[in-house]
């Protein structure tokens, strides 16, 4: 969890440096959940990169190593739960919109997937057997043709496509499915437990000259602790385009740079 009190005041401030412009908390919420998502993705970058200098034989390894720290962060968005779960919890559909599976009988089963799944890990069937994962629509048509690997109740598919799971064959089993996967970051209270309904926002108490936050209405950044510097530095690469504040902005592009 990072306080979005704390990178408000520091953005605020870089911001209104050489008073080229104040940042007001409307502004702020509304670029926040953008800095946020361009923050989470920088961390599968982060991790693809580490990979590649491990497979390099380049990884100094254990504690030291990058691709492990990444890894970590990572890990504080592995969520598992059947699909029937996700959307029970709220996170589905809008209220009354219960039939989330469309079945077309002897063919596959339809579940539209919830926002907050980013991406799927892995699927397992109601025997606890590995589903096989298919992104390819041109994969998918070659197995269904096929005499020897069509799916089948004991070997099923799952095709993700377009927000969307297609599980092969029909099954009304299927939205209870077990799902691993990565959640999409979205925001904490301020005793640091996860709100899944709301994204970061700044809120205030006004009083005649002053601003003073208000901590129970806000929320703060669903983010490991170590993105600090990085949250800020989107923060403020945002702030200065919206403000076509250049000098800003491309401080902090060269910031950016400096850590990749």
Do not use: W
């Amino acid at each position: 969890m990072i306080k979005i009190g704390e990178v408000y005041r520091v953005v605020r401030d870089l911001a209104n440096k050489d008073q080229k412009g104040f940042v007001t908390p409307a502004v702020f919420n509304t670029l926040a959940p953008v800095a946020q998502q361009n923050v989470y993705n920088g961390l599968f970058d982060k991790l693809t990169k580490a990979k590649a200098i491990r497979r390099s034989g380049n990884d100094p390894g254990m504690e030291h190593s990058p691709m492990e720290h990444y890894v970590e962060d990572l890990s504080m968005y592995i969520q598992e739960a059947t699909l029937e779960e996700l959307f029970a919890d709220g996170t589905g559909p809008a209220e009354g919109q219960t039939n989330f599976v469309e079945t077309t009988p002897g063919d596959y089963s339809q579940i539209n997937l919830p926002d907050l799944i980013n991406k799927i890990i892995s699927i397992s069937n109601d025997n606890g057997d590995s589903v096989e994962i298919i992104r390819n629509p041109s994969h998918l048509n070659r197995i269904l043709k096929s005499n020897l690997s069509a799916p089948t109740d004991d070997f099923p598919v799952a095709f993700i496509h377009n927000g969307q799971i297609r599980v092969y064959p029909d099954t009304t089993a299927a939205d209870e499915y077990p799902v691993l996967f990565y959640r999409s970051p979205r925001s904490t209270y301020a005793n640091g437990d996860l709100d899944t309904t709301q994204f970061p926002s700044y809120s205030v108490v006004v009083t005649p000259g002053l601003e003073i936050q208000n901590e129970t209405a806000s929320r703060n950044f669903d983010l490991p602790e170590n993105c600090k510097k990085d949250i800020v530095v989107e923060m403020s690469k945002l702030i200065g385009i919206r403000l076509r504040d250049n000098f800003m902005a491309g401080a902090m592009n060269a910031e950016e740079s400096k850590q990749q």
